[in-house]
């Protein structure tokens, strides 16, 4: 059973579209990461946060924005979509001293 | 965080222990090895990490060389779901630690 929840499972969206991907969990994490991943390449950073009102960026965050006004709540959102977004989302939480846990992800694809 | 090496793909009979080694070098004394897996197309999984000692859980069993320069993770009797793609990272377990660097990893392929 997860833990933490990605919505949407996929997606298809068109350029210039304003996208939101949700990510949420009930451990009481305070610490929250947004990665993208291309099929079979590394996890890039893209947003962090150690708490409520704490966001962070990290290597790939130009072209998109988190908010952390609820502890459970790490939504990402992409202003403008591009066909160069088109990849996997994964929203990952994790306590200190412990491993991430991390969602299934959410398979973006700009048309 | 300390960067690692680790082998791009292995195979392993189903049954038998699968032993994949990572490198990390330049770790320095506060930083935890993690070991996480990724099957297709899911979110990494978190495996087992350490600091000093070696560590056994239900999962898998890690073992830390004495100069922490690298270590092994051991499924004892690998299976065909162990099927995956398995990252080794080091990072501060503590505040602070956030920027991670998963790498391409170590495909394991279980063969029957």
């Known amino acids: 059973e997860a833990d933490i929840y990605q919505t949407p499972r996929y997606l298809v969206i068109g350029t210039g579209k304003k996208i939101t991907l949700e990510c949420s969990q009930t451990m009481g994490h305070d610490k929250m990461y947004w990665y993208q991943q291309d099929p079979g390449m590394e996890l890039h950073l893209i947003h962090y946060s150690y708490g409520v009102n704490s966001t962070e960026k990290g290597d790939l965050s130009s072209e998109s924005t988190v908010s952390r006004i609820r502890t459970e709540h790490f939504p990402l959102t992409l202003e403008s979509a591009r066909p160069s977004h088109t990849s996997q989302y994964l929203c990952?939480?994790?306590?200190?001293?412990?491993?991430?846990?991390f969602g299934s992800g959410t398979r973006l694809t700009v048309v | 965080d300390a960067k690692t090496t680790q082998p791009t793909s292995m195979d392993c009979a189903e049954g038998r222990a699968a032993n994949l080694p990572c490198n990390h070098s330049?770790?320095?004394?506060?930083?935890?090895v993690y070991w996480y897996r990724q099957i297709h197309s899911q979110g990494p999984q978190y495996i087992i990490h350490?600091?000093?000692n070696n560590e056994t859980n239900e999962m898998a069993s890690l073992i830390i060389t004495e100069d922490r320069k690298s270590s092994t993770l051991i499924l004892p009797h690998a299976t065909l779901r162990d099927t995956a793609v398995y990252y080794c990272?080091?990072?501060?377990?503590?505040?602070?630690?956030?920027?991670?660097?998963f790498g391409t990893g170590t495909r394991l392929t279980v063969i029957p």
């Open positions: 990952a939480s994790r306590r200190d001293g412990r491993g991430y846990t």
């Open positions: 990272i080091v990072s501060r377990g503590q505040t602070g630690a956030n920027n991670l660097f």
């Open positions: 330049t770790i320095s004394g506060n930083e935890y």
């Open positions: 350490g600091l000093k």
